[in-house]
């Protein structure tokens, strides 16, 4: 079955950096553009960024863009988050999803926290 | 860049009601609209994709409609387990949500 784990998540202080990751079984890795997706404590959903099967095409959204990186390795089935220069509002549940158009499986997610 | 409402941010009903959420694009997104499903402390879940075609395993309550900027979810006889929070989500350029409405018991 489909699973996604994140982690990496953890306490950094503001202009500090994170990496995030997300294993990825059961599926077909490389087939599957993946994206981040992030959830502030009593918000609602943000994008934050996808990637290709590939990983020659990638988005962020404005929020993020110039301070994080997505990547992966699709020989590991892993994605993966690069946040640099965090600030208080980058705190958030970080979530990893599978891209099929919608985002069809979800992990569980990640907490990240940037508080001096 | 497409923004994304949704209406009413808060809905109060109960068990057995027909439930209807308006979900409203900026600009035109075709059909690539997604409604999803989330309770407290858990992942989203995908309920609606193409704003019409129900995702394999959820229940036939659920339904979606619209093209262009106007979309609805609706939930046809409210159940226990439907209580949760739905958010709409375009997928036409890059990926973004909806604010959320959160369907609470009344």
């Known amino acids: 079955q489909v699973q996604l784990v994140e982690s990496g998540g953890g306490l950094v202080k503001p202009g500090g950096s994170l990496r995030l990751s997300c294993a990825a079984s059961?599926?077909?890795?490389?087939?599957?553009?993946m994206s981040w997706i992030r959830q502030a404590p009593g918000k609602g959903l943000e994008w934050v960024s996808y990637?290709?099967?590939?990983?020659?095409?990638?988005y962020y959204a404005d929020s993020v863009k110039g301070r994080f990186t997505i990547s992966r390795d699709n020989a590991k089935n892993s994605l993966y988050l690069q946040m640099n220069s965090l600030r208080a509002e980058d705190t958030a549940v970080y979530y990893c999803?599978?891209?099929?158009?919608?985002?069809?499986?979800w992990g569980q997610g990640t907490l990240v926290t940037v508080s001096s | 860049d497409i923004q994304m409402t949704q209406s009413p941010s808060t809905l109060s009903a109960s068990v057995g009601d027909r439930v209807t959420i308006t979900c409203r694009a900026s600009?035109?997104?075709?059909?690539?609209l997604a409604w999803y499903q989330q309770k407290p402390g858990k992942a989203p879940k995908l309920l609606i994709y193409?704003?019409?075609s129900l995702e394999s395993g959820v229940p036939s309550r659920f339904s979606g409609s619209g093209s262009g900027t106007e979309f609805t979810l609706t939930i046809s006889s409210l159940q226990p387990d439907d209580f949760a929070t739905y958010y709409c989500?375009?997928?036409?350029?890059?990926?973004?949500f909806g604010p959320g409405t959160k369907v609470d018991i009344k």
């Open positions: 999803a599978r891209v099929v158009g919608a985002s069809d499986y």
């Open positions: 059961g599926f077909t890795f490389s087939d599957y553009y």
């Open positions: 990637i290709s099967s590939s990983g020659s095409t990638i």
């Open positions: 600009q035109s997104i075709s059909s690539w």
């Open positions: 193409k704003a019409s």
């Open positions: 989500q375009q997928y036409n350029s890059y990926r973004n």
